[in-house]
């Protein structure tokens, strides 16, 4: 089996590596050898791994017009240019392995059609959560299912940063700087911290869960830049943690999809996740809850995802196709109709009858109560805590924004997501 491997970064230096270094074990599992016959890169007088000598181009057109290439890899990441070599792969007839979530999150419908059309495989492994597996379990394994939830922790970054700001009691900038030094942020780690990389391995995720097209731009998306260490603290002493959270549900005829950050039970089974870990809980009908767990990202867990989608393309050269199953239409529910408890902190002036004027506004709006601290008072100034009860997000914002017009009221600081209350 010969491919051709576009881009020669962290990923793609990973797959070639692995493909070198367990080459006889995946052979035997085959019954075929795979082998890198030419790699994309942008710099042809860049230093590369030894492996790739006298196969480097810094053209497409050498990949796609070699017949003897039967495989197409993308690992260059972005949407553009990899989306349109991603369709010429695949219109002429060659199958393509991709860790691209950016691309199948906005274009995956039309992707499956020219595969479908040209009738080869697209595999995407990778594009979710690197060296998990939850793409073929979601698809084959857990087939038989009506899945009605899913929620995971989908970004690494975040994950680490929030990681740090509970257990080494850092803040939000100190966190993100140890992250970047780490390597596990970019310099630009907007993508992570505003929570639009996890929104668009959602949109992937909850597209196979729910049989319906969802792209990243309908997940409702809130980052952790807002999160200090005060709401940890606050957080710890209720008993829970702050994670990011990417929530997908089922309704009777709509899908709840977003990411925003979440206060967690202690004992839930995602809040023990920690550091750059990624975890995926998905429930079923039939079999109830399951977990996924381990590195979603990183050099060698997501070329194991990519080496498998490989393989699994030589077991199905000329066989069945790993199809599209977005066979339903439903629709994605208005984020204001979503209900769940929520955290607030709120900085309001210290005096008699504050407290009766905020619990009237909520009360307007049909807002029960569930736990309400006064923190600390600073210069005439206190700082309040408020869990609510299960309530819709629009009935919330409404009675906020009306807090926002009282002089008494300073500053609504944090608004948070809280997992188990009830009403």
Request: aromatic share 6%.
């Amino acid at each position: 089996m010969q491919i051709g491997l576009l881009g020669l970064g962290t990923v793609g230096t990973g797959v070639v590596e692995l493909l070198e270094n367990n080459k006889d074990v995946i052979a035997k599992r085959i019954n075929d050898h795979i082998n890198v016959k030419k790699v994309l890169v942008k710099d042809l007088n860049k230093k590369r791994t030894p492996l790739v000598e006298g196969k480097i181009t810094d053209k497409f057109e050498d990949i796609l017009n070699d017949d003897n290439i039967s495989v197409i890899v993308e690992v260059m990441g972005g949407e553009e240019p990899a989306l349109s070599y991603i369709k010429e792969a695949l219109k002429r007839g060659k199958h393509v392995v991709t860790a691209n979530k950016e691309v199948i999150a906005k274009h995956g419908r039309e992707l499956f059609e020219l595969s479908a059309e040209n009738d080869v495989n697209l595999f995407f492994e990778a594009s979710v959560a690197g060296g998990i597996p939850i793409i073929k379990p979601m698809k084959e394994c857990l087939s038989a299912n009506k899945i009605v939830k899913i929620m995971g922790i989908l970004n690494g970054t975040t994950n680490y940063i929030l990681s740090q700001m509970t257990e080494q009691e850092k803040s939000f900038d100190e966190a993100l700087k140890e992250a970047q030094l780490e390597g596990y942020a970019e310099s630009d780690p907007t993508d992570d911290i505003k929570g639009y990389d996890a929104a668009r391995k959602l949109a992937i995720l909850s597209s196979i869960a729910f049989n319906t097209r969802i792209t990243s731009d309908q997940v409702y998306t809130e980052g952790i830049d807002s999160v200090s260490k005060a709401d940890i603290q606050y957080a710890r002493e209720m008993g829970q943690v702050i994670k990011l959270i990417a929530l997908g549900k089922k309704h009777e005829d709509s899908v709840e999809v977003s990411v925003t950050p979440v206060l967690l039970p202690k004992d839930h089974p995602l809040a023990s996740v920690s550091g750059s870990f990624n975890a995926i809980m998905a429930e079923g009908n039939a079999v109830g809850p399951v977990m996924f767990y381990g590195l979603g990202a990183g050099k060698m867990p997501t070329a194991s995802a990519v080496v498998a989608d490989i393989m699994e393309t030589v077991r199905n050269n000329n066989c069945s196709k790993f199809n599209c199953t977005c066979f339903d239409n439903l629709e994605v529910m208005d984020p204001g109709q979503a209900c769940s408890s929520f955290y607030i902190r709120l900085l309001v002036v210290d005096k008699p009858g504050v407290l009766a004027k905020i619990a009237g506004a909520f009360s307007q709006y049909q807002i029960s109560l569930s736990k309400v601290f006064q923190k600390n008072t600073i210069n005439g100034t206190a700082e309040i805590v408020i869990v609510t009860y299960d309530v819709p997000f629009e009935n919330l914002k409404r009675a906020l924004d009306q807090m926002k017009d009282y002089d008494e009221v300073e500053e609504i600081s944090t608004v948070i997501r809280v997992e188990g209350e009830q009403n």
